[in-house]
T-cell receptor, first 113, second 113 residues
Framework: AQSVTQLGSHVSVSEGALVLLRCNYS??????LFWYVQYPNQGLQLLLK??????LVKGINGFEAEFKKSETSFHLTKPSAHMSDAAEYFC???????????FGAGTRLFVKA | GAGVSQSPSNKVTEKGKDVELRCDPI?????LYWYRQSLGQGLEFLIY????????KSGLPSDRFSAERTGGSVSTLTIQRTQQEDSAVYLC???????????FGQGTRLTVV
């Protein structure tokens, strides 16, 4: 069985500050890990993904995440927040040939001017 | 098509009525997923299709919910005798095969009054 825990339902940062959104997963098989972003009244859009290979993955809009197997974590970071980053972010886990992608509860990011 | 298409985008229905939600996945995608997103909640997995078969229906909340997929393409989620707690955004996603990146539609916002 797989599961995802996102720490913090809401995160608030100032414009220009570091963004850190936390995600821990549980999986009995090597996982595929994803971060999706959802802007208001829109569907989900893939930010980045880890499948195999390099554990530090870069995505769109300056975001990156690092897969740490020993910590079962896949935290999302961005060095400098922009107002346009305000959205809801979902961490997700699946596995090769797995039946479904499991999503975390989401973290809403607020960016203050 | 170019992306996952869902219809209608909004649906208001009276309690007790049946509703059908439609999802048209990206052409060639064999895997199709339905999720439910309630206000302030994460994504709740409902059902997964591989081709026309549904290996995992574990997320359907009750026997009032059913889904089918025909021709390995379009899927319909049916909710019978709708209740107010069914109000949510219903998201459909598809992927080339199970476990990899899913592409989401814009969702159908269902309101039961």
């Amino acid at each position: 069985a797989q599961s995802v825990t996102q720490l913090g339902s809401h995160v608030s940062v100032s414009e220009g500050a570091l963004v850190l959104l936390r995600c821990n997963y549980s999986s009995s098989v090597p996982p595929y890990l994803f971060w999706y972003v959802q802007y208001p009244n829109q569907g989900l859009q893939l930010l980045l993904k880890y499948t195999t290979g390099a554990t530090l993955v870069k995505g769109i809009n300056g975001f990156e995440a690092e897969f740490k197997k020993s910590e079962t974590s896949f935290h999302l970071t961005k060095p400098s927040a922009h107002m346009s980053d305000a959205a809801e972010y979902f961490c997700a886990v699946s596995s090769p040939g797995g039946f479904k992608t499991i999503f975390g509860a989401g973290t809403r990011l607020f960016v203050k001017a | 098509g170019a992306g996952v298409s869902q219809s209608p985008s909004n649906k208001v229905t009276e309690k007790g009525k049946d509703v059908e939600l439609r999802c048209d996945p990206i052409s060639g995608h064999t895997a199709l997923y339905w999720y439910r997103q309630s206000l302030g909640q994460g994504l709740e997995f409902l059902i997964y299709f591989q081709g026309n078969s549904a290996p995992d229906k574990s997320g359907l909340p009750s026997d009032r919910f059913s889904a089918e997929r025909t021709g390995g393409s379009v899927s319909t989620l049916t909710i019978q005798r709708t209740q107010q707690e069914d109000s949510a955004v219903y998201l459909c996603a598809s992927s080339t095969y199970s476990g990899v990146e899913a592409f989401f539609g814009q969702g159908t916002r269902l309101t039961v009054v």
